[in-house]
C-alpha cells in the first residue's frame, strides 16, 4: 500500500501547487488529477520494467539452467 500514499501525496501537492498558481479551484482539482495520474503511470511503468526482467530471468534459467 506504500505505492498508493506516494500517489496520494503527489497529488496533494500537485493540487496545492496547481491552486497557488492559478488561485482558482478547478485549477487545483485539475492539477491534482494530472499529478496522480503522472505519478500512477510512473509506478506502473517500473512494474512493467521489473516484471520484465523477471520474465528475462525465468527464460535464461530455464535456457541455461
Do not use: P, T
Not at 505505492?3 to 496547481?18: F, M, N, P, R
Not at 494530472?34 to 506502473?44: L, R
Amino acid at each position: 500500500m506504500n505505492w498508493l500514499w506516494v500517489i496520494l501525496i503527489v497529488a496533494a501537492i500537485g493540487g496545492i501547487i496547481s491552486y497557488l498558481s492559478s488561485g482558482k479551484a478547478e485549477d487545483g482539482v485539475a492539477g491534482a488529477a494530472a499529478s496522480g495520474v503522472g505519478c500512477a503511470i510512473v509506478i506502473f511503468q517500473f512494474f512493467l520494467a521489473i516484471a520484465g526482467f523477471l520474465i528475462f530471468l525465468k527464460i535464461a534459467a530455464w535456457l541455461f539452467g
